[in-house]
């Protein structure tokens, strides 16, 4: 089969991209659209706005996922789903998460201009919280949807200022009224900047995305005592920043035992009482690891938490280790890989098969739909950066091959 001869228009995407952009703007050029804030809700809006004006019906199901519905000739076909996130990282990037939405619009755009009704319809989905930064667990909305957290779990979660998830969405007015639970769907394609080096050190257009590695995050917190620091002794210093070094330390040791494949980072840490002459009692942290390999996370998450303690212990402190979630190595599937692979192939676009590094919706989605996602690369592999940034054909061309791979599915 060759490729069909009906084309997204790649000015029309960039220009929506940048537009989103907008929302949430930093100074450096990135993008700070944390989920379920005033700028998040305004992403949103906005996203309403460019689906309504293509006639799809927006639904908001009851942890804020939004799902935009193009009817399909046999309406009670199951939908085929594309779809990503449009909450950023606090200094995130234009692309992470907006250019799977964003893509998955101008499919629905090119589909609209060129008058083709599919066989099953189509639904663009924006997940809520995929990034996990203001909240801690990230995949949220896919996750509740999915039934690997439950909402009432979800609800209670706390940003840092106290905030509830439940509280946050009635804020922004996007407590939906459809339960967030899986509905029967035909397919789910994600397309996603790659947010590493690889295709771009190998000169390929398309990442062919067979699955994605596995992953264990903690929460720490390291107790000590404050003491006053012009006073205090060596000898009777309980540290708890201290402790929390020697604990980062073993993070790092224990992901470079993994070789290039394993990743351990602590990129969240809070200082008690964050002050200049105070010994700090209390550190509070996140840790996690991630490996291609489950079996490798397997063995961090066996004897790591034991090793963390006798660090903190060692340096007159106790640590507490919560573990919050663990996603096991998720393959995608063959079927959905497969119309990737002859989308880009088609096309004429150099593709490679890759595992993907970074946690995706597509995680969870995948254990009740078929799943697929397609990758593009990105300027020095650099993503969760302010910086992150990626060609208008590069866009042009991952949106093209989930143009192909969607209507394949849907037609089929
Ligand atoms: C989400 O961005 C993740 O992979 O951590
Ligand atoms: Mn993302
Ligand atoms: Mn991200
Ligand atoms: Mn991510």
Not at 89 to 111: H, Y
């Amino acid at each position: 089969m060759s490729a069909t001869n009906q084309r997204i228009d790649a000015k029309r995407l960039w220009d929506s991209l940048m537009s989103m952009a907008e929302i949430g703007a930093t100074p450096k050029g990135g993008v700070r659209r944390l989920t379920l804030t005033e700028v998040d809700r305004a992403g949103r809006q906005r996203f309403t706005e460019w689906c309504e004006a293509l006639g799809l019906q927006v639904r908001v199901d009851a942890i804020g996922n939004m799902f935009a519905r193009r009817e399909g000739r046999d309406p009670s076909r199951p939908p085929v789903l594309m779809g990503s996130h449009l909450d950023s990282q606090p200094s995130g990037g234009k692309f992470d998460g907006a250019l799977g939405v964003i893509a998955g619009l101008e499919v629905m755009r090119t589909l609209h201009d060129l008058n083709i009704t599919t066989e099953a319809p189509i639904e663009v989905v924006n997940w809520t919280d995929e990034e996990g930064s203001r909240f801690g667990h990230s995949l949220m909305g896919s996750g509740v949807w999915s039934g690997v957290y439950s909402q009432d779990k979800a609800y209670a979660l706390k940003d840092v200022d106290g905030v509830a998830v439940g509280e946050a969405l009635e804020a922004i007015g996007y407590r939906g009224p459809h339960p967030a639970r899986p509905f029967k769907a035909d397919a789910y394609f994600e397309l996603h900047i790659e947010q590493g080096p690889i295709l771009e050190r190998e000169a390929k257009q398309i990442g062919i995305v067979t699955g994605a590695q596995a992953q264990v995050w903690y929460d720490a917190v390291i107790t000590g005592q404050d003491a006053h620091a012009g006073t205090t002794p060596p000898s009777t210093r309980k540290d708890a920043l201290l402790a929390a070094a020697r604990v980062i330390e073993l993070v790092d040791a224990t992901m470079r035992q993994r070789g290039e494949d394993g990743r351990g980072t602590v990129g969240f840490l809070q200082v008690h009482p964050n002050s200049r002459n105070v010994v700090p009692g209390e550190v509070r942290f996140s840790v996690e690891f991630r490996h291609p390999l489950e079996a490798e996370v397997e063995v961090i998450a066996g004897s790591f938490p034991a090793a963390a303690e006798a660090a903190a212990r060692a340096n007159g402190c106790s640590l507490q280790l919560t573990e919050l979630f663990r996603i096991p190595a998720q393959p995608f599937d063959q079927s959905c890989v497969a119309l990737v692979r002859d989308a880009a192939a088609r096309l004429g676009y150099s593709a490679r098969e890759i595992v993907s590094g970074a946690g995706h919706d597509a995680v969870y989605v995948a254990r009740h739909v078929p799943t697929a996602m397609i990758f593009t690369p990105c300027k020095d592999g650099l993503s969760h950066n302010e910086e992150e940034s990626i060609l208008p054909e590069e866009a042009a061309a991952g949106c093209q091959v989930l143009f192909e791979a969607v209507l394949a599915r849907a037609n089929r």
